[in-house]
């Protein structure tokens, strides 16, 4: 009864706080967005499952979808996209949650199992709503699960960069997550985040070690950094 699905969830920043004819333009612009990164990466919008939630969604894409196209060209297309939407009277900024595992689509009113819960979780993370905060010129935040990052971050050319993530713990609804926080075009590790953000040593999930930039430095990308790379690529 389940099946292995990519999915993310998206949702708009300080929506609540608009009048209705400014939400309708939220949600006109978040839409327009997440299709334009659709096709631009060749994820075709028409394929997706899609649960409409007012100033977000829950997307799952169609079965052998790859990640990596999803954390890579599709966070790049939905990136340069939303730029090019700020306005002097409108500015949108959207929180995404990655992530994938074997989800159940027969469900009566959404998608049962652990694995769809935690892309929600993940999206309303304080850490990531603390990053945005602390980078006022973005206006995408990414946040994957470290399953993706294990499996997908840095294993292949085409893949993002490791040393481009931020790991942080999640603490949402009570359920403890760790998530790694990416802010296209900008240095997430100089953000000066809170000290809640940070991996707290009770929780346990082995280091992962990457190379940084090809120089043959191994460092663990687990808090507060002090060796910022220029991303500029």
């Not at 949600?27 to 007012?54: E, F, I, M, S």
């Not at 966070?75 to 730029?83: G, N, S």
Request: aromatic share 6%; proline share 8%.
């Amino acid at each position: 009864m389940e099946e292995h699905r990519t999915m993310f969830v998206a949702d708009v920043e300080d929506y609540s706080s608009r009048n209705g004819h400014n939400q309708a333009k939220l949600q006109a612009a978040l839409v327009g967005a997440l299709d334009y990164a659709g096709r631009a990466a060749n994820l075709d919008p028409l394929d997706w499952d899609r649960q409409k939630q007012g100033d977000g969604q829950f997307v799952v894409f169609p079965p052998k979808t790859d990640p990596v196209i999803v954390i890579g060209p599709f966070v790049k297309a939905l990136a340069k996209f939303l730029r090019k939407q700020q306005t002097a009277t409108l500015r949108i900024r959207v929180r995404l949650a990655i992530h994938e595992g074997p989800i159940r689509l027969d469900g009566a009113n959404g998608y049962p199992g652990d694995h769809a819960v935690q892309p929600a979780r993940l999206v309303s993370a304080q850490p990531l709503r603390d990053a945005l905060a602390a980078c006022p010129e973005a206006c995408l935040g990414v946040i994957v699960s470290d399953r993706v990052f294990a499996d997908y971050i840095g294993q292949r050319p085409n893949s993002p960069r490791r040393d481009r993530f931020r790991r942080v713990d999640v603490e949402e609804k009570k359920q403890r997550y760790v998530g790694y926080i990416h802010i296209p075009g900008h240095n997430v590790h100089a953000l000066d985040l809170p000290p809640a953000a940070l991996v707290r040593p009770d929780v346990k999930h082995p280091a992962p070690v990457v190379n940084v930039s090809g120089t043959g430095a191994n460092v663990a990308m687990y808090g507060p950094q002090t060796n910022h790379q220029t991303f500029g690529r």
